[in-house]
């Protein structure tokens, strides 16, 4: 049973006006919550940096981030122990660092590792130093800042450099005779060497600042959510609600990815899930839960079986722009060592044989399998995709408990009709949220590096620490093996 201690008490329930809701937004804007956005500008948009300043100057600040981050931990010292993070997670980290042992690439594995854990480790900093909502209102500042900096990115391209932008570090001496490995250099570029393609006033496809339309997709996806739910509980202005997700749906639109229009159809699928769970009784849920079931194993079987009509109804090829004759030769190398991967590495390095012409699309090569799933196999084997799936599954069931728990969701009372009010729509964040990087898994493998790991690490401890400090079920940590990690409960009410 639960800590009985002061500290881990039972949040209060009640009713709560827009007007107090809306003030744990409207105060100040903490270092902490500061040092969240510039991580997420770090992680969501790499490019920009590495397109500008160069590898040298990214690296200066991600040490720069990581350097913040652990002075914020340290600052903090939270009474956390190795119970509070989430199993799941602490397996598949130390499973693809022990690959160092039959890795291909141990130097590699080394450094992948290195990255996979400092990003986790800056999750860890988020979660434990900043409340649940006030992680949500500064994700909510991030991605709209990205979303509205790409926008007028693309409007500056598309003005002033109609041929498209070409990343400066590019345009060094030998760098794209480097990347193109022949002196000869094609006049248009492939596709994928082009920051922007100042497409925007042709309809797109647009890239923004990130310099990916499917990474620019998840953005604005990111930014819809969020200020969709934010809207709804009343925690920013409507102008400015509204404006933002005027300007995240153009973003989206322009991106044309297909990726992203299903993963929109998840997340309002998900959205209508949320609503019954709330409504409905345990027992009904179980209904809903084998219904959904049936219906997606159901569309899984019909979107095989018909998926060059359902491509050709998306306009897309039905290998989906390349991405078959990468999962082939992805399947061809992981095959060599199906059980344990080849070795860990995240993102593929080019300078390795095994990948420097692994995934060719248009003359560009890629450095990663475009499935998270796929790729987590060919580096670490079934027994690494096993803890991966079991990491995101986790996470996923975690989140919806928190989504439709009722005792730990604040009811928002209208200021027009203080009699009737509404569940917040806040607390759906990061299920919705999971819902969309699990569908992008499925095409990219943005899961496992960058924003979406991060993203995904957060959520996985964030969710790990609010169940077993909160009464909320399916299962509850036991109080004195683990103890109470306090911050995760907002302060006064813990709205």
């Not at 500290?7 to 804007?29: C, L, M």
């Not at 956005?37 to 990581?66: E, H, K, M, P």
């Not at 998900?270 to 769970?277: F, H």
Request: some cysteine; glycine content about 8%; hydrophobic content about 55%.
């Amino acid at each position: 049973m639960p800590s009985t201690g002061p500290e881990s008490a039972a949040p209060s329930r009640g009713v709560f006006s827009e007007r107090e809701i809306a003030s744990e937004f409207h105060g100040k804007f903490t270092p902490q919550m500061l040092l969240l956005v510039a991580t997420l500008i770090l992680v969501f948009a790499g490019d920009l940096f590495r397109y500008t300043i160069g590898w040298v100057g990214y690296a200066i600040v991600v040490v720069a981030i990581v350097a913040l981050a652990v002075v914020a931990y340290a600052k903090a010292r939270p009474p956390l122990r190795i119970q509070h993070l989430p199993t799941s997670l602490l397996a598949f980290v130390g499973w693809c660092l022990v690959s160092v042992f039959w890795s291909r690439y141990p130097l590699e594995t080394v450094a992948g590792s290195l990255v996979q854990i400092v990003t986790a480790f800056v999750a860890l900093t988020m979660a434990v130093t900043l409340t649940r909502f006030q992680f949500i209102r500064a994700l909510g500042v991030g991605m709209r800042l990205l979303v509205a900096s790409s926008l007028l990115f693309e409007l500056i391209a598309a003005l002033f450099f109609r041929e498209g932008v070409i990343p400066p570090t590019y345009l060094r001496p030998g760098v794209l005779e480097n990347l193109l490995a022949t002196d000869d250099i094609p006049s248009p570029l492939p596709v994928g060497f082009y920051w922007s393609r100042s497409d925007l006033f042709d309809g797109g496809p647009i890239q923004g600042i990130m310099g990916n339309r499917n990474l620019l997709a998840m953005v604005a996806l990111l930014a819809l959510i969020v200020t969709a739910a934010q809207l709804f509980d009343g925690v920013i202005g409507k102008i400015h609600g509204i404006v933002s997700i005027v300007l995240a749906s153009v973003a989206l639109a322009l991106t044309d990815s297909a990726t992203a229009y299903v993963a929109l159809a998840f997340i309002l699928f998900g959205t209508v899930l949320v609503y019954l769970g709330r409504k409905l009784r345990r027992a009904w849920r179980w209904v809903m839960y084998a219904v959904v079931g049936i219906g997606l194993l159901g569309g899984s079987y019909l979107a095989v079986a018909f998926n060059e009509q359902l491509f050709a109804l998306m306009n897309r090829s039905s290998d989906m722009t390349g991405r078959g004759d990468i999962w082939r030769a992805v399947f061809k190398l992981g095959s060599e060592s199906p059980v344990v991967g080849i070795g860990w590495i995240s993102y593929w390095a080019p300078w390795l044989p095994e990948f420097d012409d692994l995934a060719i699309v248009q003359g560009m090569a890629y450095h990663q399998a475009h499935n998270a799933f796929f790729d987590v196999w060919m580096q670490v084997g079934f027994i690494g995709v096993a803890l991966f799936i079991g990491l995101v599954f986790t996470t996923f069931i975690r989140t919806w408990w928190i989504a439709i728990n009722r005792p730990d969701t604040p009811m928002v009372a209208s200021r027009r009709d203080p009699a009737h009010g509404h569940l917040s729509g806040i607390t759906t964040i990061p299920f919705l949220i999971m819902v969309a990087l699990v569908v992008q898994g499925m095409t990219e493998s943005r899961l496992i590096v960058e924003g979406g790991w991060f993203m995904l690490t957060y959520f996985a401890i964030y969710s790990k620490l609010r169940v077993q400090d909160v009464s909320i079920l399916p299962r509850q940590t036991v109080g004195d093996r683990t103890g109470p990690i306090t911050v995760i409960l907002d302060p006064k009410r813990d709205l």
